[in-house]
């Protein structure tokens, strides 16, 4: 009886050895090249194939399969594809690399020239494919590779099969974490798990850190440098790809459990008493104490808020102070917070490092809220995190999620400032060019500017629409103005 199709399927579990999605389909694509398999599911029993109750389809024309159906391929060849592509999806290469060369040698001690030239291309392909999906060196061989990450509810092994240089098996196991179970105990229990699931045998089994457990036959080792490095290495990127493709399943699937982890993973990371449902950050622009603003932006729920946004024009502060500056404008937001009944933030983050974030701690202490509400500093060129009382930087995972968040609402905190003092610098350096001008003042400017957008455009206005607006003699007092600019 010939296998349909989804027997080739049996070795599915092997396919995560090609290490990666992109290598398992060059699998599939060098298995396509190689051999002719069919894609029907007709019983091809021997008496229906000798009764004639099939016909060739277009599969055959097109010399994608052999025609079993006619008996133009025997069970036994067909059979014997079959073999060979599942050893190569195991990634036994060298087993069908060696039962072609026998094949193709007998084929051209018979003459059969044009059989043994097809070999011969096939072997071609799978030594090309063999150097290609080999990771290290091919004096390793028969090892297995085991790495572990965890977060605060999960622990993931990942496992390798290491053959002749070349990543066979592969596989990433999920396990609920118990309550104070550590990563050592996961790592145990995940390759136990595993050895039972695959039932390997290796002589060599490679861990990142010691573990109590004893294989009859098997080597744990820890490997320091080289190849066997290289290959633990590979293991964890492949776990951590596992991880990030799972959350972002998870961010499709529920979204609220999604940002719930998010937000109890920067409660660890940032050391609050309180998940951060609720953040606002501060941040101050000013171009050599010119024009002086700060912003606030507000996350909730690890989104932005922007209903929520705030600006502040300085008003207390002369000159490029920083300091000051933070100082006021974290003073008038929460004074008002406390006088109106707002909701407190669970986290304030604030755009500079401890200059700025010791200001933030004054007004707070003033207004009684020191330690009532979490705060942090983050200074932009390491992004070195501070808290309140600590001289020494704290350095969050360049891959955190917990930094992305603070990074993102700083980001948006400064750029909505930068926004707002260009505007503010735009209008305050267009409507002094108006108040130079004898016998105009701020309400005569403003509504100029209203109506034509720009100083430039009053320029161009005949001096009767200008009358329209502001009457004949102040109209008169500004179309001189510009005029006598244009003699000089």
Same mark, same amino acid.
């Given at each position: 009886m010939f296998p349909?199709?989804?027997?080739?399927?049996?070795?599915?579990?092997?396919?995560?050895?090609?290490?990666s999605v992109s290598m398992m389909h060059s699998v599939l694509d060098l298995i396509r090249s190689l051999y002719k398999i069919r894609t029907c599911n007709l019983n091809l029993s021997p008496d229906n194939i000798n009764a004639g109750k099939f016909k060739v389809c277009l599969e055959y024309h097109i010399h994608n399969c052999?025609?079993?159906?006619?008996?133009?391929?025997?069970?036994?060849?067909?059979?014997?594809? #079959?073999?060979?592509? /599942?050893?190569?999806? &195991?990634?036994?290469?060298?087993?069908?690399? =060696?039962?072609?060369?026998?094949?193709?040698?007998?084929?051209?001690?018979?003459?059969?020239?044009?059989?043994?030239?097809?070999?011969?291309?096939?072997?071609?392909?799978?030594?090309?494919f063999k150097i290609k999906s080999t990771v290290v060196s091919q004096l390793i061989n028969d090892v297995e590779v085991y790495t572990i990450e965890t977060d605060d509810n999960h622990g993931f092994v990942n496992f390798m099969k290491v053959v002749n240089g070349s990543v066979i098996q592969g596989h990433t196991f999920e396990m609920k974490k118990g309550m104070e179970e550590t990563p050592k105990e996961l790592l145990e229990l995940g390759i136990a798990e595993i050895k039972n699931l695959f039932n390997t045998k290796s002589k060599e089994i490679l861990v990142p850190f010691e573990v109590d457990l004893e294989i009859e036959g098997?080597?744990? #080792?820890?490997?320091? /440098?080289?190849?066997? &490095?290289?290959?633990?290495?590979?293991?964890? =990127?492949?776990?951590?790809?596992?991880?990030?493709?799972?959350?972002?399943?998870?961010?499709?699937?529920?979204?609220?459990?999604?940002?719930?982890r998010i937000l109890e993973t920067m409660k660890k990371d940032l050391r609050l008493s309180e998940v951060p449902v609720h953040i606002e950050c501060f941040d101050n622009s000013n171009i050599q104490g010119a024009f002086p603003v700060a912003a606030m932006t507000v996350f909730k729920n690890a989104k932005p808020s922007k209903k929520d946004y705030r600006h502040f024009n300085i008003k207390t502060v002369e000159g490029p102070n920083d300091f000051a500056s933070m100082e006021e404008i974290i003073y008038r937001r929460y004074k008002r917070v406390l006088d109106e009944g707002l909701d407190m933030p669970q986290l304030i983050v604030i755009d500079g490092g401890k200059g700025q974030l010791s200001s933030a701690l004054t007004s707070l202490e003033l207004l009684g809220l020191r330690g009532k509400v979490g705060i942090i500093g983050i200074a932009k060129k390491l992004e070195e995190i501070y808290f309140p009382g600590d001289p020494y930087p704290m350095y969050i995972d360049k891959r955190s999620e917990s930094l992305r968040i603070i990074q993102q609402i700083r980001d948006e905190a400064h750029r909505f400032g930068i926004t707002h003092h260009r505007k503010k610098r735009s209008k305050e350096t267009i409507t002094t060019e108006l108040l130079n001008i004898p016998g105009i003042g701020d309400k005569i400017a403003n509504d100029l500017l209203n109506k034509f957008k720009s100083v430039k455009r009053i320029k161009e206005t005949p001096l009767a629409e200008i009358e329209k607006e502001i009457g004949p003699a102040k109209a008169k007092l500004i179309f001189d103005y510009f005029e006598k600019q244009k003699g000089v």
């Open positions: 349909t199709r989804r027997l080739i399927k049996d070795g599915s579990q092997y396919f995560g050895p090609y290490a052999k025609g079993p159906c006619v008996a133009k391929e025997t069970e036994e060849e067909y059979n014997d594809t #079959i073999a060979q592509v /599942r050893e190569i999806i &195991k990634g036994n290469i060298s087993s069908v690399t =060696r039962r072609l060369s026998d094949q193709m040698i007998e084929h051209a001690a018979n003459l059969e020239f044009e059989q043994a030239q097809q070999l011969k291309v096939k072997l071609e392909q799978l030594e090309r098997s080597e744990f #080792i820890i490997p320091q /440098r080289g190849d066997k &490095k290289k290959l633990m290495e590979l293991s964890l =990127r492949n776990v951590q790809a596992y991880i990030k493709d799972r959350n972002k399943q998870l961010e499709l699937v529920d979204p609220d459990r999604h940002t719930k």
